[in-house]
């Protein structure tokens, strides 16, 4: 039929524009709109010269009424007798014809036929029986089959759509009018649809579900998202109406385990319906891929997205709170004490590996599903949580940067510096399921800001270990000669930094200052000149293994070497000199056998500072004994005894005399004194004890017996040679009872 006709064209509704008429009146708009172009024919004739219509009796109109009521009757028991899938060859075909009206540039479109019209009010009235039976309720995956046989008569309900746009003539514009209206109405439903089943698995392990299901998502982000969209269309087609519509139909059906494994249908037999993120079973899998490809193909995928990035977020927001983990502001982590604020670094470690080991990949798996032929938008969705989920994890991270630092909290530091470090090679496996270069390189940017930001404070805290030992200007000396506290903190923590020593070998290569590289000089101005001279040939040993040394290396032994200055000031705070030998006797051997227990700090100090420990703590043995015990020797020396060729008696008494005032001193003092190391102890009595027992045992048998029986001898042999070995090995216990033992 040529077009020189006007056509009158009404919208689908228009029957409802004027609720006074009549209902007979209502039922000829309703029958109007596909009856324009007939009813237009009417008023015209070949020659254009026909006079206007003489007026109709009304018997003439009730009969045509009837006429009408009979035919909407017949057409009503033919509809009954086809359904969708039956009418689906007819609206291929239509189709078809469509496309290749609008390929030849024919002026005359096909005819619409019966069966169109059918189709339409067909797919309307099964979109009302949905509607009906949903109510805030998950219709989909009631029946399997018959959700299957919708979506394919929507998909070609958007196919329809697509090839009467593409005339351009108005011939087609009521049945557009009319397919338009019902696919807005279908596509209201399937996302709201979609929304349920996306947020049932967040309802059910939410503390209110009521008010989970009841939550309407605002569209707030609509706009920018269409314009994000809009570049991962350029290189596909959005309208893909062609792919088989039997794709994703329960062929990609999978239960989504942790770690986004597929799980067979036999396993899942007589399990519970408890499901591990992202909680989707199977069949809601399928329900999901339906509805979003029915969307995507009738132009709504912008909405599709939406739904998912606002669904998804929120999952993920309650999955990670149910792993312990809250949002906190960096106010509040500027604010919290570092007890409460360590566990929370401890839980965000594990959540941030759990996020990367196992939920994204299951959301990875996840969009597959869903998506299995549209790469694109599969990006799109993980590109966008991930993005999403990995900036509120790096917020905390940042934010724990930027806190007060202190000593205590670099090994905690170093544990999340770990964890970004490990997720950038993690980024950069997964670059195909990014969508663009770009996005890619901006969370790698952002995982390596924070990175730095906590590589930096690591540095800065390490360095800044020097000023804990400075800062120490105590002037008690140590009890008994015991190990200082500051040598068991400063050891065990440069011990348990060296089992971090690759990640600080890092940090120190990619974070250190210069400032914080200046040359240690601890010199004590009222320090011996034997002590300056031993200062700086440690430090001329330390330039000179400089360049083998790597900067934590070198940081460490200038921390080691400020110790030892340290130790050396404190060991003047004791007047007795033997004590003060004790002293640095205990500190070096605690020193020196931390290193030797310790593979990881071995390696970083090295044999020669190990040689260099151990040469010190025999140099410190030494001194003591010849300071202790020479003075007791010199009472056992036999010069000096004897006049005129004969033992002069009131010299040996003067010098048994003296022995024993010097030894009972020894014991009475000593017995208090420290020696922690059992072994370092052992080897220090069995040294006095190889020296002393056999002069006095020796002094005693020789000169002995000069004295007179009885009570002169009691009197000045006051200890026997088993008595000497026994006080020495009461030495260094940090036990005075042993004297009050022997008192008594």
């Known amino acids: 039929m040529a077009n020189n006709h006007p056509v009158k064209c009404l919208s689908f509704d228009s029957r409802f524009q004027d609720d006074n008429k009549s209902k007979d009146e209502k039922d000829i708009g309703k029958s109007y709109s596909f009856a324009a172009r007939v009813s237009s024919d009417l008023n015209n004739d070949s020659n254009n010269d026909h006079k206007l219509r003489q007026p109709v009796t009304i018997h003439e109109v009730d009969e045509e009424l009837e006429n009408d009521q009979q035919h909407e009757a017949v057409a009503e028991e033919e509809e009954k007798e086809f359904t969708l899938d039956q009418l689906s060859e007819d609206i291929d075909q239509f189709i078809l014809s469509l496309s290749s009206s609008s390929n030849d540039d024919n002026d005359d479109p096909p005819e619409i036929s019966k069966e169109v019209a059918m189709f339409v009010k067909k797919v309307e009235a099964k979109i009302e029986e949905y509607e009906s039976t949903a109510q805030d309720s998950i219709v989909f995956g009631r029946d399997v089959e018959g959700d299957s046989s919708f ?77 994000r969209l809009q570049s991962f269309a350029s290189s596909a087609h959005p309208h893909d109406h062609h792919q088989d519509e039997g794709s994703g139909e329960g062929a990609d059906s999978c239960e989504l385990q942790e770690g986004g494994d597929p799980e067979s249908e036999e396993q899942q037999e007589g399990k519970e319906t408890t499901i591990t993120f992202p909680y989707f079973s199977s069949d809601s899998v399928s329900s999901i891929r339906l509805i979003a490809n029915a969307m995507i193909i009738a132009g709504y995928e912008t909405e599709c997205c939406n739904v998912f990035l606002i669904a998804r977020r929120h999952a993920f927001e309650e999955e990670l709170k149910k792993q312990g983990l809250d ?75 930027l806190t007060k630092r202190a000593t205590e909290k670099l090994f905690k530091f170093l544990d999340m510096y770990e964890t970004l470090r490990d997720t950038v090679p993690w980024v950069e496996t997964k670059t195909p399921m990014y969508s663009s270069e770009e996005s890619m390189k901006e969370l790698k940017s952002e995982l390596w800001f924070a990175k730095s930001r906590l590589g930096e404070a690591a540095v800065s805290i390490f ?89 934590f290396a070198s940081q460490l032994i200038t921390i080691m070497d400020l110790l030892d200055s340290y130790l050396e ?72 005894l004897q006049v005129n060729g004969k033992i002069h008696k009131p010299i ?63 009197k000045y042999i006051k200890f026997q040679p088993d008595d000497i070995e026994t006080i020495i090995e009461e030495l260094f216990d940090g036990n005075p009872s042993s004297i009050a033992r022997r008192k008594i």
């Open 151 to 227: 979506v394919a008569a929507v998909n070609r309900l958007s196919g329809l759509m697509e090839a009467i746009h593409g005339l351009k003539s108005g011939y087609m514009m009521p049945l557009l009018n009319q397919t338009s209206s019902v696919l807005h109405r279908v596509m209201v439903f399937l996302e709201e649809e979609l929304r349920l089943i996306l947020e049932e698995p967040v309802c059910q392990n939410s503390n209110n579900a009521a008010d989970c299901s009841n939550s309407k998502h605002t569209d707030s982000s609509l706009k920018s998202l269409k314009g």
């Open 327 to 401: 949002k906190i502001s960096t106010d509040d982590v500027q604010k919290m004490n570092w007890e409460p604020l360590e566990g929370e670094i401890s839980t965000w470690i594990c959540v941030f590996k759990h996020c990367t080991s196992t939920l994204l990949l299951g959301e990875q798996t996840f969009y597959e599903s869903v998506f299995p032929d549209r790469v694109r938008t599969s990006q799109f969705l993980y590109n966008d949580i991930s993005y999403a989920i990995l900036y509120i994890l790096v917020n905390f991270a940042e934010a724990v940067a």
């Open 463 to 551: 360095c800044q270990f020097e000023n804990s030992i400075k800062g120490d200007n105590t002037k008690t000396p140590v009890a008994s000669g015991a190990v200082h506290p500051l040598t068991r903190y400063t050891m065990n923590y440069l011990k348990y930094a060296c089992e971090y020593k690759d990640t600080l070998e890092q940090v120190f290569q990619q974070h250190l200052r210069t400032e914080q590289t200046e040359e240690f000089s601890a010199i004590d101005h009222s320090s011996s000149s034997d002590q300056q001279r031993k200062l700086v040939d440690q430090q001329q040993q330390q330039h000179q293994q400089e360049e083998k040394h790597s900067p």
């Open 569 to 640: 000031s404190k060991s003047k705070l004791y007047k007795d000199l033997s004590l003060r030998y004790i002293f640095l006797m205990n500190n070096g051997r605690y020193m020196l056998q931390k290193v030797k227990g310790s593979t990881e700090i071995h390696q970083v100090v090295g044999d020669n500072w190990c040689r260099r420990r151990s040469s010190d703590v025999r140099h410190y043995h030494k001194s003591y004994q010849r300071e202790t015990w020479s003075r007791v020797l010199q009472c056992l020396n036999q010069e000096g």
């Open 652 to 714: 040996l008494k003067e010098r048994f005399k003296n022995f024993n005032q010097l030894f009972d001193e020894i014991h009475r003092t000593q017995s208090t004194w420290v020696v922690s190391d059992e072994q370092l102890q052992s080897e220090l009595r069995v040294s006095i004890s190889a020296v002393m027992i056999p002069a006095y045992r020796s002094f005693v048998a020789r000169f002995g017996q000069i004295f007179t029986p009885g009570r002169q001898v009691e």
